[in-house]
Structure formats: C-alpha cells, structure tokens
C-alpha cells in the first residue's frame, strides 16, 4: 500500500514552533515532488510549501515565507515542514502529498498531487 502519514503536530503557543514529518511507504518518492497544504476550519484548502526532486528548488506561500521551511530525506522516504514564529492563523490542518507532475510551472495545482496524506493538526493558541 502507498502511504503518506504526517505526524508531529499538536497545541503551542503563538510564537512558538513545530516539526511537521511525513513519512511515505509503498514506493519510493526521489522523483516526486512533495508538497504542504493546510485547510482551516470553514476555509478552502491553501498551498503552504512545495520542495521538488533534489530538495533544492522550493516554492512557498506568502504566508509563510521567512517562517516555514520545507526540507526531505531521500534515504528515509520523508519530507518535513519546520514551522516557526507560528500565529493563531496557522490553525489548520495540515496536508502532506506527493506529485509526479513534470510541467515546467513552479506551482503545482493541487489536482496533480497524485497521494495525500491524512493530515495531522496544528492548533496555535493566542
């Protein structure tokens, strides 16, 4: 089975930090590019981060920019999402996914995100 299981999140305080891992099974994803997204409750899913193959090409949101850094780990299958200087707004759930797309576009849409992962929560208090 391909999996994608995100884990590391949970409660902190505004300005504190996470580590956001996801580790993949099933396949090996060195070609993939992998990205971040996150969903607030009553808001539409948002793209946070993208890292592609060879980790050193990433795009982020404006949002985030200058706090969060997306990194991976070829040999163990993971990519992770260190997130710092965290606000109130960055209350979401968090989306781990993979993408084989090969377009020339910096942004990859999300439709062409191939595997998701569960999702793991973030809940930043004020």
């Known amino acids: 089975q391909v999996q994608l299981v995100e884990s590391g999140g949970g409660l902190v305080q505004a300005g504190g930090s996470l580590r956001l891992s996801c580790a993949a099974s099933?396949?090996?994803?060195?070609?993939?590019?992998m990205g971040w997204f996150r969903q607030a409750p009553g808001k539409e899913r948002e793209f946070v981060a993208t890292i592609w193959p060879g980790g050193s090409s990433t795009v982020y949101a404006d949002s985030v920019k200058g706090r969060f850094t997306i990194s991976r780990d070829h040999a163990e299958n993971t990519v992770y999402l260190q997130m710092n200087s965290l606000k109130p707004d960055d209350t979401a759930i968090y989306y781990c996914?993979?993408?084989?797309?090969?377009?020339?576009?910096?942004?990859?849409?999300?439709?062409?995100?191939?595997?998701w992962g569960q999702g793991t929560q973030v809940t930043v208090s004020s």
């Open positions: 099933g396949r090996t994803f060195s070609n993939y590019a």
């Open positions: 996914a993979a993408s084989r797309y090969t377009g020339r576009s910096r942004y990859i849409a999300p439709s062409d995100y191939n595997y």
